[in-house]
């Protein structure tokens, strides 16, 4: 698949770095609707995650501290993977989720981004490009997002 920018460049859609992060729609634990789309324009960080995982649990100040520290600067959002909403609400309140939370209970952005173990950080670029991918939060996060502010 390819994204168009502006009208003669198109760059690949994919869930791995150098390509436009893959679009989806779902809805949020508060009950609203996210789309990715409403990110661009700011770094985004997207953190798959489970109340199961418990790296995903060990990570979960450290990107609270990410969230806090940057502000309206990034956005940041955890994608759920699978899990029922009472379940994922209990966890994010154990866990300290302050940011939005995307309910994937039916794994179909899991499989969009081929995630094959969590938790799984994505950092997109203003426009939304895959610049970092990897199992949990990397070591430079604040010189990559620096770098992409």
């Known amino acids: ?35 990715l789309e409403q990110t661009q324009g700011k770094p985004t960080v997207l953190v798959f995650w489970a109340s199961w995982c418990g790296p995903c649990r060990k990570e979960a100040p450290e990107v ?13 959002v955890g994608v759920n993977a699978g899990e029922t909403l009472s379940v994922a609400r209990r966890a994010a309140a ?36 895959v610049r970092h991918r990897n199992n949990g939060v990397p070591t430079d996060i604040h010189r990559l997002l620096d770098g992409l502010s």
């Open 94 to 129: 154990e866990m300290g989720v302050t940011w939005p939370v995307v309910m994937d209970s039916d794994g179909k952005i899991q499989s969009q981004y081929k995630v094959t173990g969590i938790p799984l950080v994505l950092v997109l670029d203003k426009d939304g490009l």
């Open 64 to 76: 609270a501290r990410i969230a806090h520290s940057y502000g309206a600067a990034i956005n940041v």
């Open 1 to 35: 698949m390819l994204f168009m920018l502006g009208c003669s460049t198109a760059i690949a859609t994919g869930p791995f770095e150098g390509l436009a992060a893959p679009g989806f729609q779902a809805p949020t634990m508060d009950g609203g609707n996210f789309r």
